[in-house]
Every structure is written in C-alpha cells, then in structure tokens.
C-alpha cells in the first residue's frame, strides 16, 4: 500500500471506500472534474487540435465507418476491459468522471465565447491544457476511482512502479500516433496535450504531497 500512495497521495479527502459518500472527497472530486470538462472545452474551442484520445476516435470512426461518438464508446470499453488483470475496481469517481466532464465540455463549448485571434487561441488551448492536467491529478487524489483512461494510466503505475508523468507520456503519444495513422487530424494543440499533460499531473501531485505536510496531521 506505501507504493500507492507514492503513486497517488493519501489526503485529508481521500475518501474511505470507491463508494463512500463523503463531503470532502465529493466535493473534491466534483470541483476537479469540473475544471477538467471546461479545460477540455476551452482546448477544443481554441481548434489547436484535440486531445489524443479523440484523434483516435476521429481514426477508428473513419476506418470503421459509423460515428465519432460510437469510436469512444468502443475505445472506452476496451480500455475497461484492460482493467482486469490490472485488478483495478470502479468507483463513484469512475461514473462521475464520465458525466461531468461530458456535461461541462458541452456546457464550454456551448457558451464560452470563440477565440478570434491567435493570441486568444493559444490562451484558451494553454489554460485548457492546465486546468484538465491539474483537474486530473485532484480527482485521483479522492480515491473514489478513476475513469476508463486515467484507469489504466495509474493501473500500469501500480504494476510497473513507474511515475505517472512516465506513463501518461507514453500513453498520450502513443495514442497520438495510431489515431494519426488512422486518419484523425493532429494539431499542436494536440502534440502539446500529449506531451506536457502527464507532466502537468505529476506536478501537481508533487505539489499536493509537499501542501499536504504543512496544512494536514502525518497519516498513519
């Protein structure tokens, strides 16, 4: 268990099971899924490009010839699927994680104004950027599960005892690649994405551990 929380920190709202309802932690998740579905908006708004994820939907969407949204779906549960010999579980955050984000990035897109110059495009893609990698490091902090992506980013962390700024990477241009090979558009927005989001997140975490000493008791 002290390897996992060398991964993921222990905080004052770490919740106590995947399924417990507690202020904290909820509140804590919620907050952080926010900023993540208006930091994936505000990126999408600056057409930088997507993030990687959705270069690989645009690319199994037009080598399987139905829709973007079906290519997620698909993507989404094969992921899961990568869950079990990692022996990871579902969670409030893994349910919330997909709702949330969905409803903010469609609330974002919706009514945030459309950047007009380059500078307010690089704003928009850079702020998007930081607030989904900062955004992703606290919801996980919760310890109420992950979603289908983040999932297995911290699954092959416990497995290969690697840090997660590593693993995102590799994920994150990975994925990049293959959904460039299929045929999905790549932007610098979405280079940029792949290749600092991990980073954003370790980061953060880094700076949560060092926070948490100053302002929390030592936990057992």
Known sequence: MKHKFRVLPKTSWTAGSFWSFEFKPLAVL????????????????????????????????LQGHFSVGWASLIISCLVMLMWFPLKLRVGIGTL??????????????????????????????????????????????????AGPRDGLMVGLCYRFRLKIGTVRTVLEVGVCALGFLLGGTVGIGTLFFAFSIGWIMQLTLSAIVFLHRFVAPPQA
């Open 30 to 61: 919620l907050f952080a899924l926010t900023i993540m579905g208006f930091g994936e908006g505000l990126l999408l708004l600056s057409n930088f490009g997507s993030a990687p994820w959705t270069v690989l939907s645009q690319g199994v969407a």
């Open 96 to 145: 919330l994680n997909i709702v949330v984000i969905a409803l903010l990035l469609g609330a974002t897109t919706a009514y945030m104004p459309q950047p007009e110059t380059l500078g307010e495009r690089l704003i928009y893609a850079l702020i998007g950027i930081l607030l989904f990698g900062v955004g992703s490091a606290f919801y996980l902090t919760a310890h109420q599960g």
